[in-house]
């Protein structure tokens, strides 16, 4: 039974509130979130949270922008007047564990520096809220896992902002073994570019955990291993730098390899300082292959068959939804914590073998 609150309304008014009242507790919990929108508040409100996430809030249907932490008041006002934000849900870092207290924020986005996403996905499972968190999940496997064990114990939920699970070319390459009952052999994923401003914080370890790899890679990464639908068992990674001042903190270039339990096997390439963006996979008779594959929009697809026509979306909206439906509905993600952790089991193999020169175990 699907009631909107109108149609309630309008039973109780003609007198037949004896008839419909009793049966409320049997559908309750779909009565109330049948219109139900989360509300997001975004904490760090840099160029992805001000350009991408923001206005996707726009076009989300489960989800809204209800609130905002920041630490820079300027920021605080454009934001509040762009988007009609109430004084009682801007939070800045120091009062930001006062939003328990806040009932119409559910959803704490956290987009910051990957060296701050532990602390403060911690700070809002204690504070009882759900929990996006940007890539990387955080910067060791160590912290992954207190991530995930924190929104555990506070009941919530927590997911990573892996906006290619919800878009529809990777979601053609997480089925395309399926097809035929045809097994992924092999996997080539690449996604580079050439880093601007030697002053921003994706270049200090401190903030940034690494470089091209924790940016970029992580791409690659996620790519190869939905694709084949297993984890890499091995890897061996070479690093590479034509800056070493630009690039003394963090890496510029790596070269991959990773080998799976079922036979397949990836080749993978991450770099500040050249231009890749492609996904390529193979069975023994198919291929697939995304160029550009990894953008926020304009990715193209083809097969051994002809082009892919598949719509093109609005990632950041679809994944934000995706993650409100889970919430709503009690569903399974896989875009979740784990997901992450998973994630940076592989990176930290990566780099365990750049420093050893021998393949490593993941």
């Known amino acids: 039974m699907k009631y909107t609150r109108r149609k309630f309304i309008s039973v109780l008014g003609t007198g037949s509130a004896a008839l419909v009242l009793p049966s409320i507790p049997k559908f309750a919990g779909n009565f109330f979130t049948v219109d139900k929108k989360l509300g997001i508040a975004l904490v760090g409100?840099?160029?992805?949270?001000?350009?991408?996430?923001?206005?996707?809030?726009?076009?989300?249907s489960r989800c809204y922008l209800s609130g905002i932490v920041t630490g820079t008041p300027e920021k605080a006002e454009k934001w509040k007047?762009?988007?009609?934000?109430?004084?009682?849900?801007?939070?800045?870092?120091?009062?930001?564990?006062?939003?328990?207290?806040?009932?119409?924020?559910?959803?704490?986005?956290?987009?910051?520096?990957?060296?701050?996403?532990?602390?403060?996905v911690l700070k809002a499972a204690k504070a009882g809220k759900h929990?996006?968190?940007?890539?990387?999940?955080?910067?060791s496997v160590k912290e992954c896992e207190e991530m995930i064990e924190a929104c555990k114990k506070?009941?919530?939920?927590?997911?990573?902002?892996?906006?290619?699970?919800s878009e529809p070319h990777h979601k053609a390459a997480m089925k395309f073994r399926t097809k035929d009952e045809a097994a992924i052999k092999y996997v080539h994923s690449e996604f580079a570019f050439k880093i601007g401003d030697p002053n921003q914080w994706r270049l200090k370890k401190s903030l940034a955990g690494g470089g091209a790899m924790m940016d970029l890679g992580i791409y690659a990464v996620q790519a190869a291993r939905y694709s084949i639908g297993e984890e890499p068992v091995h890897v061996a990674a070479q690093e590479y730098k034509t800056d070493n001042?630009?690039?003394?903190?963090?890496?510029?270039t790596i070269l991959w390899q990773m080998e799976f339990p079922g036979g397949a096997a990836s080749n993978s390439f991450t770099s500040y300082s050249s231009l890749a963006n492609r996904f390529f996979i193979s069975t023994e008779a198919r291929w697939m292959e995304l160029r550009p594959a990894f953008n926020y929009r304009g990715i193209k697809g083809r097969t051994d068959k002809g082009d892919m026509n598949l719509p093109e979306i609005n990632q950041q909206a679809a994944q934000m939804d995706d993650f409100s439906k889970c919430i709503i509905d009690n569903l399974t993600s896989d875009a979740s914590g784990e997901e992450g952790l998973k994630d940076l089991k592989v990176i930290e193999a990566i780099y365990r073998s750049i420093k050893t020169g021998k393949k490593e175990k993941v």
Do not use: W
């Not at 919530?156 to 699970?165: A, D, K, S």
């Not at 001042?245 to 510029?252: G, L, Q, R």
């Open 45 to 60: 409100l840099g160029n992805y949270a001000a350009r991408q996430l923001a206005p996707s809030l726009q076009e989300t």
């Open 131 to 139: 929990v996006f968190c940007e890539k990387p999940m955080g910067i």
């Open 154 to 165: 506070a009941g919530v939920r927590l997911f990573v902002g892996y906006r290619l699970h």
């Open 81 to 120: 007047s762009q988007y009609n934000i109430p004084d009682q849900n801007i939070y800045n870092y120091e009062n930001f564990d006062s939003i328990a207290e806040n009932k119409s924020i559910d959803v704490v986005y956290v987009v910051l520096p990957n060296s701050m996403h532990h602390e403060f």
């Open 245 to 252: 001042k630009k690039f003394s903190e963090v890496d510029e």
